[in-house]
């Protein structure tokens, strides 16, 4: 009997194990067109916090007593869809349990460029790609500028320190703790800011004493305010995720937003799927760097689906270093 | 003997009158290439409180115990520069004073429009350009576009609430009080919001129930927050002023900030002086809207050089209506 993690209450705040539950799903028969996944990877994401307010936004809210969903690999075990075969490695959204029946056509097959599907969870997935046009699209990045990062350990700020360093820029990674700030460095990041050492301002002004061009926020609070206070002129921040906000019932506060005007910067929200049609792009430049060793990949990995949430819970604790996963 | 007002002592939080002194100028000889003007108005502007501070910014600081500066239109009443003729009308930045001595090269003569000189400090001067370049170039607005402007009965806000209705858009004004919102629905404003009169993130869903594709931002602070709160999809703020925060203490709070990503705004700060290549354009259009009623000024007289201050200090108190001028 397949089993999944139901939403049991809206949280306030920061969640807890107490607003899930892992209950059975009645079994449906395959109908028509249908296909049977047995999932072997499942990706927890911070963005699966805000569907789980009530409120209308880019996705909609997660349903109280119903499975909770997020992108998942896995395999075909059984199909009713003729463009899929028992034995297809596919890509979906019906995460958070170990079996999903899913229409053939809310599946992707995964494209054969010679790397581990659960890569398609990462720097091949929602997480690379979220880095590659916030990036270069959103924050009009190019070779010489001088770029901050946030979160340069997490998913989404590994894949940036890489392709800013691929695409030449000068990077200034923040991370939380001595082991992260070493991970950031070994990926290339010509600076690394440790944000438990100090006051942010004060450090990221000793790390870019001449300002900086973008930044590329993964976490709001200080360290946009931060940013604010360095912006060289016409700097253009990227404004991809904000994981202090998302648990905190207090408005968030800046000293230094005024600087926006004299310094005339841009600042740009997105969502990778604005660029969905342009992911050829994509697999080819991600490609051929995950290819020659440019863009490496990192997951921290939870076992089993019972940790689900502890693993999805850990993204707001700091618990991972690059993606994080849960593998079944 | 010309006189000036200096700058005493650096305000904290709100300036008062004692920051400012009236002082006799030493009578300065002459020089080659020099000019001397007797001013008739002055021009008083939000962004002058920016420059009371010691800290870097887009101009330099004012200087302690020096005289003040800003936008004043006068007439010449002698001349060593052969480009300029006693009874010449000019415009130039040493205001807050009755007669200046400069440079030919740092005074403009006014050009031949038919208007009165004292436009030029408002609806063709940084006004109208602040009010023309950001709400077209900076937030991109064009025709059909739902336009939310803060401080509509200001100086700039009158001028943008003017321009944008003059190019096709739906336009939300907010003010504060009975009389100021009577102004802006002169000016033709589709909506008016009196700020005083509830909370704006209520007053503004209400005006805009499809929510804004453009904020023109004079204030920050709350103004600047309920936009985020009802922002579409690719909304464009243009970051002008933020006039609640000039004098405040306390860092700005928001409590919508996180719309930027799930409705991909896009935040823009500007200056004016940034488009001043460009403005030819600016003249040919403003000058047209000027002429055919389509643009109109009004201001808010304050007479005598003894009151600049309080002019001044008015700015923040909402004392203007219209553009905040001081007559000699």
Redesign the interface.
């Known amino acids: 009997m397949a089993r999944a993690w139901h939403l049991t209450s809206r949280p306030t705040g920061m969640p807890t194990a107490d607003n899930f539950a892992l209950k059975e799903l009645a079994q449906a028969e395959l109908g028509d067109r249908m296909v049977q996944v047995k999932n072997s990877y499942l990706s927890v994401d911070p963005y699966m916090r805000?569907r789980m307010n009530d409120v209308k936004?880019?996705v909609p809210p997660f349903q109280i007593d119903a499975p909770m969903e997020g992108g998942a690999v896995g395999e075909v075990i059984e199909s009713r869809d003729p463009a899929f075969a028992v034995g297809d490695q596919v890509m979906h959204m019906l995460g958070w349990r170990d079996e999903a029946v899913a229409a053939g056509t809310s599946l992707n097959k995964i494209p054969a460029l010679g790397v581990e599907p659960r890569e398609f969870l990462g720097m091949l997935g929602l997480t690379g790609a979220t880095a590659y046009f916030g990036l270069l699209e959103a924050a009009s990045a190019k070779a010489g500028d001088t770029l901050f990062v946030s979160a340069a350990a997490g998913a989404v700020g590994s894949a940036v320190v890489q392709i800013a360093k691929a695409k030449g820029m000068t990077v200034i990674g923040s991370a939380g703790g001595a082991e992260k700030c070493d991970y950031v460095r070994s990926l290339g990041a010509d600076q690394v800011i440790d944000y438990k050492a100090g006051p942010l301002v004060k450090s990221l002004g000793k790390a870019a004493p001449d300002g900086i061009d973008v930044y590329f926020d993964n976490v709001?609070g200080d360290h946009l305010?931060a940013a604010f206070a360095h912006a060289k002129q016409n700097a253009r921040f990227a404004?991809?995720?904000?994981i202090d906000?998302?648990n905190a019932a207090?408005?968030?506060?800046?000293?230094y937003?005024?600087?926006?005007?004299?310094?005339?910067?841009?600042?740009?929200?997105?969502?990778y799927t604005?660029y969905l049609p342009r992911m050829g792009e994509f697999y080819r430049d991600m490609g051929g760097w995950i290819a020659s060793g440019a863009v490496k990949s990192r997951d921290t990995v939870v076992d089993g689906l019972e940790r689900t949430p502890e693993a999805f819970l850990g993204l707001f604790s700091g618990a991972n270093t690059g993606k994080m996963l849960v593998k079944l």
């Open positions: 805000g936004s880019y709001g305010d404004i991809c995720g904000m906000v998302y207090e408005p968030q506060a800046f000293r937003i005024m600087r926006v005007i004299s310094m005339r910067i841009r600042v740009q929200g997105f969502i604005d």
